[in-house]
């Protein structure tokens, strides 16, 4: 209130610049000047593949050919995005999350092909610029979350503007006109630009790794133990191009275990309570099991979901879309897991995260002391929704 709206104008080049300096910059002090200043550290640019179990071939810069002999190996090759096989969709110029990063031009309709992470993302951050975005998936939005997120997610999306069709059949894309058409089985969508935003591939098609027994999935994802060995004894792999999730933290952690380890260490890389954020406005933030996983286990759970408009410092921020859910065991009231949409979700699950790796139980976690107005606050009252009614307390009730 009281304060007066005025158009605001996007200058796409600008943002881009600015953008890419900071990666650039970041680049060049944490990544590059760290290995060329580490004299134990030989730098070599190239591809790669496999001879054997004991030697690398890399074919350089200028395509000449070298090998190198190593005692034990790390692949950390990542992934890349990759397309799903849809008729048409290889012979049209669709965006990557690559291209929609650096694109200095704002298209007028973008259509977003995938309604998880990344396509939430930057289908949103493509909606703040002021465009007309629609996205379309052949499930429901995050649909590896409990379902109440993607529900919560979906009616906010909307609310800002954004055309959601989930459940889709996608039968075909064409681009004609410089207008991509989607080709569902009820309508065609079209647009100026089309983002693919459905999964990502590891990076290990090339490396010759059934040469020296390393095994893959299907999606071609290196298979490691908790210690991050392959299935070769001179081999670890870690990052996205393993069967692990993919952060960048997760990454960070299993290549340092991974270091140790190939230096004779035991050192194990325990998920169990890895935090997982979706930086959309609110943003999704989780750890542990949700209710279902429980449930597979074999684990009776019982559960609590807080509306944020019970959360006063929601109240405060005059925001209080999303919830806060706590899934616990039923016999024990261990806390398993948590599922939060909120403003600074991110910042909040890290406590959940320590909860469950510490084993403290939803009782435990209600008799801590949270600050006054924080939205981390929301945890301690969710946890006390499993013993008493919140809307019945104080503000700052014990």
Known sequence: MGVNHHEIKVNRSAQVDQQQEVVAALRESKYKKILL??????????????????TIEIVGLKEEKSSLHFDRALIASGASPSAPPVEGLSQTPYWTSTEALIAKKLPAHLIVLGGSVIGLELGQAFLHEGIKVTV????????????????????????????????ADIQSVAFENDRFNVQLKDEV????QLLVATG????????????IGVETDARGAVIVDKGLLTTCDTIYAAGDCTQQPQF?????????????NMMGGKQLLDLSAMPAVVFTDPQ????G???????????????RLLTLDNVPRALANLDTRGFIKLVADKSTNELLGAQIVATDASEIIQIAALALQQGLSVSELSQQMFPYLTMAEGIKLCAQTFFQDVKKLSCCAG
């Open 136 to 167: 379309i998936d052949i499930m429901s939005l995050l649909p590896r979350e409990d379902p109440l997120i993607g529900e919560a997610m979906q009616t906010i999306l909307k609310q800002e503007g954004m055309r959601i069709i989930t459940h």
């Open 189 to 192: 969508v079209t647009g100026d």
């Open 37 to 54: 200043n580490e004299p134990n550290i030989q730098y070599i640019q190239g591809r790669a593949s496999f001879l054997d179990k004991h």
């Open 289 to 303: 099991m949700t209710e279902q996983q429980a449930k597979d286990k074999g684990i009776e759970t019982e559960s």
């Open 248 to 260: 960048v933290y997760v990454a960070a952690a299993a290549g340092t275990r991974a270091a140790i």
């Open 284 to 287: 999704v933030a989780t750890v």
């Open 200 to 211: 990502r591939m590891p990076n290990t098609g090339n490396l010759n790794l059934s040469k």
